[in-house]
């Protein structure tokens, strides 16, 4: 799977999908820079035997014909934090409802903006749990430069330029 920046991806987790903007890939480290737009709660569990990838595809296309009647629960995540995740957990979204979703929650005037970055936490530390080998693994690889603070000869890093400070600035660290 080939990722490009401004792609729409997602991550799927129990009953969630967490839809992101892929904004720089760093292929060395096979690590995707993505920035999380749309939390969809609800869908009908993925490790269900009797449900499919179409099954919940469908939930996400009636709730974007019929929010009103839908039973998902949308998280719009604007100025949240970003993730720098390994790429090998990220789907690229092909559909088109993400877009109605998201146009559909921007014109929502009772959107929680607290309940939504509380939704995403308790999303990113749930699938963080259950994919521990997956960011180990990712960490722990072969040809990847390890850190050492002693080597003598490692060049000075360039200084951050005020808008990379204020995205830093912005990322909040979850701790286990």
């Known amino acids: 799977m080939s990722i490009a920046p401004s792609q729409i991806l997602y991550l799927e987790h129990g009953s969630s999908r967490l839809y992101a903007e892929a904004i720089q890939i760093v292929e060395a480290r096979r690590l995707c820079w993505a920035r999380p737009t749309l ?11 009797e449900t ?22 949308l998280y719009n995540l604007k100025d949240g934090p970003d993730l720098i995740w ?12 993400f877009f109605a979703l998201l146009i559909r929650l921007k014109l929502s005037p009772d959107d929680s903006q607290l309940r939504s970055q509380q939704q995403l ?14 960011f180990k693994l990712n960490l722990a690889e072969p ?21 990379i400070e204020n ?7 979850l701790s286990s």
């Open 39 to 49: 939390l969809i709660h609800g869908l009908p569990e993925e490790n269900s035997s």
């Open 52 to 73: 499919s990838l179409a099954d919940r595809q469908a939930a996400i296309a009636h709730a974007a014909t019929h929010l009103e009647t839908s039973t998902l629960s």
């Open 86 to 97: 390994p790429t090998a957990l990220f789907s690229i979204a092909f559909d088109i409802d």
């Open 121 to 134: 936490s308790a999303f990113v530390r749930s699938f963080w749990l259950a994919h521990t080998d997956t």
């Open 143 to 163: 040809g990847l430069p390890e850190s050492n603070s002693s080597a003598p000869d490692l060049p000075k890093p360039e200084p951050l330029t005020p808008e």
């Open 167 to 173: 995205k830093i600035s912005s990322i909040h660290l």
